[in-house]
C-alpha cells in the first residue's frame, strides 16, 4: 500500500525530513515489528506510560539497551530536544513526519520525551530537573486532574499552594495522573490565588514524587486500556515544596498547562493517530485481498471498498491537516485552535477509521494477536484524555467567533 502511505505526501517536505521519515520507517520495520507479537502477548504494558519504562516492562534489558543505543546514534534520541539543550532541534513538522511512522506499531520506540513545560527551567532547575529528563534518568507527570475538575481545571481546581516562609505547602487530591508511580517528578498545579485563578492564580510546582506528603494510591485506576494501570490518585497532604520549585513565575502555571496540551495531546494526536490508521488501512487492505466468501476475496464487495476508500480518505485529510499545523506551529504562529482540530479530527476520524478495519477483519479484527483492538481503545480514549471533543470544538469555535 505505499502509494496511500506518507509517502505519498513526499512532494511539499524538505529532503532532510524525508530522511528522517525513511530511517524510521525503516526503523519499525526491522526492529519493531518483529517484537509486536511479545508486546501484545504480555500484560506488562500501559497506557500513558513513557516509551522507555514501557518497553522496559515488557521486554529483556539486552532488547531495550539495543533499542536506546539504536536511537542515541541515529541522533533519533534528541529529535524533540531543542539545539539550546544539546538536541537535535528538529522542527514540528519533522518531529510529527517521524513519530507518524513509529506510530505504525504499539511497540514503542525510546527517545526523550520531555514536556515541553520544562524548557521554562531556570538557574539550577535545568541541572536538577531538565537534563536528567532529557538524558531518560528521570521521568515525569503532569497532574493537573481532580475528581471535579476535568474539562474546567481553572475553574475547579481544588488544590492549594500557600506560601510559608522559603516554602509553598501544598494540599488538595489529583485524579487520573499518567505514570505517577513511575514518575520521579510531577508537574503539579496548585491554586496559588482563588480570585485570579486561571488568570494568574494558578501556579505549577516540579514535585519529588516521595517528597513527605505525597501519597499515590496504589495500585491506580482500572481502565479498558491494558491490564496494568498507569492511572493514579495522588494526594498532596501538607507537602512542603521549596520556593525554587516553581517553574516559571508564580501564578503562571495554568498557561504551562495549556501550551504542553497544545503541542503534546492535541498536536502530535495527530501523528499518534495516523500512524495507526495507516496501519489499519493497510491491515484491511491485505484482509480483504486474501478473504474469500462466496466464492471472491471480500475486496470485490463494494461494501469493503467503500469502507477502505473512507478510511483512505480521513488518512490523507489527516495527514494534511497536520502537516499543515505542524508548519504553522514552526512558524512561531499560536496554534491554539488548529491544535485542537487536529486533535478533533485525529482521534474522530481515527476511532471510526479503526472501528471498520475491526469490521473488516470480522472475528480476527477481535483477535489480540492482532493490534487493532488496542490502537482502537488507544484512539477512543484520546477523545477524552488531555481534553475531550466536547472542548476541543468549545477551543475551535471561540477561534472562528472571535472570542
Ligand atoms: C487514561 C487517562 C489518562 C489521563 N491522564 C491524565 C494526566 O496524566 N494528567 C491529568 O491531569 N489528567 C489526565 N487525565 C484526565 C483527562 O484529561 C480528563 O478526564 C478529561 O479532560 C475530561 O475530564 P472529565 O473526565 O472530568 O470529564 P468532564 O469534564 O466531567 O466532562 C464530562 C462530559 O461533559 C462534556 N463537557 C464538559 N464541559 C462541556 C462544555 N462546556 N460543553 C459541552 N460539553 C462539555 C465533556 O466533553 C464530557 O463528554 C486522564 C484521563 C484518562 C481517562
Redesign the pocket.
Known sequence: MESTSADSSAYKLPPEILEYQELAKRLVREELLPLEQEYLAHSGHA??VKETINLKAVFKKDVVDRLIKISRDTGLWYMMVPEKFGGSGLSMLAQVVVLEQFMYTPVPFPFANVPNILYECKGAQIERFLKPVIEGEKTT?????EA??????GGMMQTRAVKDGKHWVLNGT???????AESDIMMVQAVTDAEKRQRGGITMFLVDRHAPGVQVEEPGLR?W?GAKS??YIVRFENCRVPEENVIGEVGKGFSFGQKWLTIH?RLLRGPYCLGKMQRALDMSVDWAKQRVTFGKPISERQAIQWRLVDMYIDIMALRSMTYEMAARADTGEDIRAEAALVKLTSTEWGTRCLDSAIQIHGAMGESLELPLTLFYRYVR?AQ????????Q??LIARKLLGK
Open positions: 497506557y500513558g507527570c503532569f497532574a493537573q486532574t471535579n475538575a476535568g474539562s474546567d481545571p489529583k485524579m487520573w495522573i499518567s505514570m505517577a481502565t486500556l498507569s492511572q495531546d480514549h477524552i484524555g488531555g481534553g475531550t471533543s466536547e472542548i470544538r468549545v
